[in-house]
């Protein structure tokens, strides 16, 4: 849970509908409150489960092989998820009524762990009861950057008390076949799947549901899913149509879930390391720019 004085420093904005607040510290999401409700939709952190709340995830998702890769020959290091999260050198570039935009650009410091020069931007903009979470990444090098780009944003099930977390689900907008790659136990994807739905659109939350580890769901048709209740219909939905993938994770047992819209994926276990080759990475060529968003609406 967040301190009096972390909460003072978090970056807020609201409109008639919902207040949202962004820590400075990783310009990550912390609070989406629906002012007509009073209900917080966000996780709020607490460190004996998950300390996280809704990392941004760039210039990887997920881990490394051995933490690292190698790039035209030479080897970095990279932490899980990449630098974004946790990374206090991103600043508030501006501020208006409605929306919050952060940068993030590289430095002496990111080029040690990332060869490239960049420039990060994530914008957090109110529309209605729509928060708007969008990515804009610009190739500020003279070579061509590979990346890969994701949210992680955990919500609040049950809201509730007299609720269970099995009381919820995740509605597709479409009936799919959907499997789920494995990760082993060093966090890579591997080639096992395990059936998820079959010509359905409904995943109930249970509290096995992430005994091994994250649902991951490579180029997923759907890009749309709702999180409901069967006794109070939709809390919240989000829309993903930039992003090709979709995780679904939460620690077992803890009453959240988290909806990670993603471009990329965690190293596989076949990897060979190469950032070139690695699946499911983006390129962008020099003075390029590429934009992705995601949209949480608040029902």
């Known amino acids: 849970m967040l301190t009096e004085e972390e909460r003072n420093k978090m970056h807020q ?23 007509e409700t009073g209900i917080e939709h966000l996780w709020q952190g607490n460190p004996e489960i998950w300390a996280s709340q809704a990392p941004n995830l760039f210039p990887v998702i997920g881990v490394l092989k051995n933490g690292e890769y ?8 990279m932490p899980k998820h990449g630098f974004v999260r946790y990374n206090k050198n991103i600043r508030l570039k501006s501020k208006t009524e409605n929306e919050l935009v952060f940068e993030l650009q590289f430095s002496e410091e990111s080029l040690k762990q990332y060869p490239f020069k960049f420039n990060f931007e994530i914008a957090f903009k109110l529309n209605g009861k729509n928060l708007e979470v969008s990515h804009q990444v610009s190739n500020l090098d003279e070579k061509t950057m590979y990346f890969s780009l994701g949210g992680h944003p955990a919500f609040n099930a049950p809201l509730s008390e007299n609720e269970d977390y099995e009381d919820y689900y995740l509605e597709f907008d479409q009936k799919l076949d959907l499997r789920s790659y494995l990760l082993n136990k060093e966090g890579l994807v591997s080639e096992r799947t395990e059936g998820i739905l079959d010509n359905e659109n409904k995943i109930w939350l249970k509290k096995d549901l992430f005994e091994n580890d994250a649902l991951i769901f490579k180029n997923i048709p759907s890009k749309k899913v709702v999180l409901k209740s069967k006794n109070s219909g939709a809390v919240l939905s989000v829309e993903y149509s930039d992003f090709k993938n979709l995780g679904i994770w939460a620690k077992p047992n803890a009453p959240y879930v988290c909806i990670e819209p993603w471009l990329g994926i965690a190293d596989v276990e076949g990897t060979d390391q190469n950032l070139k080759t690695k699946e499911g990475i983006e390129q962008l ?3 390029e720019v590429y934009q992705a968003t995601y949209v949480i609406n608040i029902h």
Do not use: Q
């Not at 820590?23 to 002012?35: D, Q």
């Open 13 to 35: 904005i609201k409109n008639e509908f919902l207040s949202i607040a962004v820590n400075p510290v990783g310009a990550e999401l912390s609070s989406i409150k629906n002012l």
């Open 70 to 77: 190698t790039f035209e020959g030479k080897t970095y290091k």
């Open 285 to 287: 060529e020099p003075e």
